[in-house]
């Protein structure tokens, strides 16, 4: 696990001189502890600057609030249509998206927001947190009525909800195409959603620090990097550029964020390197292959399943939380292990157990345990969901 805990600034750089890309690899590279500590000294202070404030969905186990400007916005969602209408979905598509949406009580002024965005972008939206058995006929029912021009979807609920349609021999409405996020896509999962929505499949790579990474076009041949505006490394633990092929961190610059720099950001996702381009023509640098943003999923004794998106979209509105992990042992039991900070008060555990309990159900005995920390993986990794009882759900699904 590389450490990034003492950056160095490289003397001699003059910021009024032009610099070759070579000098770059002097700088330190940044992780999301440093930026968590020092996030108010980064912050943009220029009088003119409006700025907006957003938060990680903390999907490496560690929620992180930064800042952005107006402009930097924008360019992200010009970036983000760009890189969806490859798939099909441009403005004013007809869309569903299978999706994380917000927990416990929300002001009316908020729901209100929520309806009309999704009406004007033509959006109808499933809460990919309550997929289960049950619900899946009244799910299907919905989908086929509303018959959406593409959908987008967390990767693992999709897949989930492919597998279910597919083990009772059930047809969905084929959309024109498929996006997927937030979860890394594998061949198998693409192939089964392929095959029972009868639509191509699309990756997408993305984090809330910087928006689309990478998108798949119609070609498919890797992930088309938002080159206009990031720089994208992949660096081994030494802070070296990984030999083509072999796999890497993935480190980013966003050139054009004067809100709050984001200069060598590792920001905890692996990477295949190699930079060769498409043959769609697009010129644009292609990423081989994102292989650390799988989440595992969660099965409850009711027969449920909860992405494990579900906890990093929920602990990011806790910014006392240093730290977590999810751990599930048994399908009636799941354990909530958290690195508090000290204004991690028993109000905000209180709401936190309560906003999990609600999603998971009465039939699951769950726990929020704070720890002094939370060992990290083999691999260096932080693994954020853990179902040690995966195994043996998939040998009960088989048999039946």
Request: glycine share 8%; charged share 25%; with cysteine.
């Amino acid at each position: 696990m590389p450490d990034y805990s003492n950056p160095q600034i490289p003397d001699g750089i003059n910021v009024s001189h032009t610099h070759p890309l070579a000098d770059f690899a002097r700088w330190p590279v940044l992780d999301r502890d440093l930026i968590r500590q020092h996030r108010l000294e980064m912050r943009s202070c220029h009088p003119g600057l409006q700025l907006l404030t957003k938060s990680t969905g903390g999907s490496s186990g560690t929620p992180l609030h930064f800042d952005l400007d107006l402009d930097s916005d924008a360019r992200r969602m010009a970036a983000w249509h760009r890189g969806y209408s490859w798939a099909g979905a441009r403005p004013g598509t007809k869309q569903l998206y299978l999706w994380g949406a917000p927990t416990g009580a929300r002001p009316w002024w908020k729901r209100c927001k929520d309806q009309l965005y999704q009406l004007l972008y033509r959006r109808l939206v499933f809460n990919s947190f309550e997929l289960s058995e049950e619900r899946l006929p009244s799910l299907l029912k919905r989908l086929d009525r509303y018959r959406p021009e593409v959908i987008v979807a967390y990767t693992g609920p999709l897949f989930e909800f492919a597998r279910m349609l597919s083990e009772r021999q059930l047809v969905p409405h084929a959309p024109r195409s498929i996006i997927v996020g937030a979860e890394k896509l594998h061949p198998f999962q693409r192939d089964l959603i392929q095959e029972v929505f009868r639509a191509p499949v699309f990756e997408t790579y993305g984090s809330r620090e910087v928006m689309l990474i990478g998108a798949e076009c119609e070609r498919r041949e890797g992930l088309h990097l938002t080159a206009e505006h990031l720089l994208v490394e992949i660096l081994d633990d030494d802070g070296q550029p990984t030999p083509a092929g072999e796999e890497g961190n993935v480190v980013l610059t966003d050139l054009f964020n004067y809100g709050m720099p984001f200069v060598r950001y590792a920001n905890g996702d692996r990477a295949v390197a190699g930079w060769q381009t498409c043959s769609c023509g697009r010129g644009l640098p292609l990423l081989r292959q994102v292989v650390g943003r799988r989440l595992d999923v969660l099965h409850t004794a009711d027969g449920r399943r909860i992405p494990g998106e579900f906890f990093p979209h929920l602990l990011k509105d806790y910014p006392t939380v240093r730290r977590f992990q999810v751990v599930q042992d048994a399908v009636d039991r799941i354990e909530l292990r958290v690195v508090p900070e000290n204004c991690f008060t028993a109000e905000a555990r209180t709401r936190l157990t309560n906003e999990i309990v609600q999603v998971l159900g009465g039939r699951v005995r769950f726990e929020l345990l704070p720890v002094q920390d939370i060992p990290l993986t083999a691999a260096g990794k932080l693994q954020v969901v853990v179902n040690r009882c995966a195994a043996a759900h998939a040998e009960n699904v088989a048999r039946r």
